[in-house]
């Protein structure tokens, strides 16, 4: 289990061939690199494939997609949890490049309301101390 491991082994296994990093971050790791860590560290002894690992992560995914949508709260100790949020209908104003670029004459745009997912980290999410980079 991902547990059972340090954060110094972790993060070692996880930077092997990963390039370019977003802005705030030491490294990016995605979806398909996910499942080739757990490939070779995590599930090494059972013997999935990728094309199973995938599956399960997109099953994983997906229910937390389809549950969130459907208005429940999806929490997972010492994670974080996932809930749907309306968002309030707004009026932005527009620079005058932004009117040249929509081809408006309007100095304002009314944003409708809409619903989107947010994650919240809970408190022990950010209790695991992990080194700075040195530069």
């Known amino acids: ?5 340090t954060i110094n082994e972790i993060k070692r296994d996880l930077k092997k061939g990963l390039s370019g990093a977003s802005k705030g971050c030491d490294y990016n790791v995605n979806k398909k690199k996910i499942i080739d860590y757990l490939e070779e560290t995590e599930f090494k002894d059972k013997k999935y494939t990728k094309k199973e690992l995938k599956e399960i992560i997109d099953a994983f995914l997906s229910a937390i997609s389809v549950c969130t949508e459907a208005g429940a709260c999806v929490t ?5 949890s996932f809930k749907k949020k309306t968002t309030k209908a707004t009026t932005k ?14 100095k304002k745009l009314d944003v409708p309301a ?3 997912a947010k994650f919240t980290a809970s408190k022990k999410f950010f209790e695991v101390k992990i080194p700075k980079r040195k530069k």
Do not use: C, P
């Open 1 to 5: 289990m991902l547990h059972k491991r």
């Open 93 to 106: 104003k527009l620079s005058k490049k932004q009117q040249e670029m929509l081809g408006v004459k309007k």
């Open 76 to 80: 997972f100790a010492r994670f974080g």
């Open 114 to 116: 809409k619903i989107v």
